[in-house]
């Protein structure tokens, strides 16, 4: 039976060509029907306040460079949304006199305009919040040296390069209103993918490149990010492939309920649990890495109930 047409971008696949049995089955979970999709391989974890949520995001950051030594450095990568974790991941730092010398970061992504990385005076650099929010605030007698923070740029050689000899202890992560993780979008329908689109393991041998963004995903970073100015908002990316992915220790993905919408957290939830894959829903081929995690703010996760406003 032919895959069904999406209603988000016909031009696009998203999970809206999806069977309706798994998005009526996604819509009815309650949080302790996604607890109890935990397996061996995948955590979902539930945080009660903000203040924990948060701060276990940031332990994550701390904890990991504290392996790093000069025989074995290790690294994070981290992304921009959320991004509320990146002042204590400094604090933290500061506090507890971590030297950052042998410790690693990779950005997972960056705009892109007219075939070239946004420069770091951006508005909208992905670069700048990190450096900003994080690695400024750091003591220098502390901080990492900027040959081991890792920015990928159009050119991706040296950014792919840089993966191979370090080990990344954890890769974090938001999920997108398009069911992404980084700007690994859904792809175009056409050419090889008119009918169907990747399989799983196609999608697997995706390396770090630049992407063309879902019109979802550009809508979604005008609100967040633009104050709704959607012209404002690059349509293409450099993104973190799944080959860099699967690199990574552990995948941790942390979602407060301000970026994707309660049903989108539960379909991917539900998708991964149930090992379900297709890469219309790039996030649920996460089913197939050997240590994700999957962290909730409780009353972020709200119903899919209908409430008129």
């Not at 892109?112 to 700048?128: M, T």
Request: with cysteine; hydrophobic share 40%.
């Amino acid at each position: 039976m032919p895959r069904k047409t999406s209603i988000l971008a016909p031009g696009w696949w998203d999970f809206t060509t999806l069977a309706d049995d798994l998005l009526n089955d996604a819509a009815r979970l309650t949080t302790k029907d996604m607890q109890a999709l935990s397996r061996p391989g995948f955590e979902v974890v539930f945080h009660d306040t903000l203040e924990d949520f948060y701060l276990a995001e940031a332990l994550e950051y701390t904890m990991a460079w504290t392996q790093a030594t000069a025989d074995n450095p290790v690294g994070v990568c981290g992304p921009i949304g959320p991004t509320e974790q990146l002042p204590l991941v400094a604090r933290l730092v500061n506090t507890l006199g971590l030297d950052l010398k042998h410790a690693h970061f990779w950005g997972m992504d960056e705009w892109v305009v007219q075939g070239q990385e946004v420069p770091v005076d951006h508005p909208l650099s992905f670069k700048r919040a990190d450096l900003e929010l994080c690695f400024d605030r750091i003591d220098p007698g502390l901080s990492m040296p900027e040959a081991h923070q890792h920015f990928p740029k159009a050119d991706t050689r040296a950014y792919i390069e840089s993966w191979h000899g370090v080990r990344c202890a954890v890769m974090q992560g938001g999920q997108g209103d398009i069911k992404h993780w980084a700007f690994n979008d859904p792809v175009k329908r056409e050419g090889l993918y008119q009918d169907q689109p990747p399989t799983p393991a196609q999608y697997r041998e995706l390396s770090t490149r630049v992407v063309d963004l879902h019109p979802v995903t550009v809508m979604q970073n005008a609100r967040t990010s633009g104050g709704g100015v959607v012209t404002g908002v690059p349509t293409q990316a450099i993104t973190v492939g799944p080959v860099q992915t699967w690199q990574a220790d552990k995948v941790s993905i942390w979602q407060a309920g301000c970026h994707d919408n309660p049903f989108g957290m539960r379909l991917t939830t539900l998708m991964i649990g149930k090992r379900v894959m297709d890469s219309a829903v790039p996030m649920s081929l996460l089913a197939d890495h050997p240590n994700v995690q999957f962290h909730f703010y409780r009353p972020g996760v709200g119903t899919c109930d209908v409430e008129m406003h």
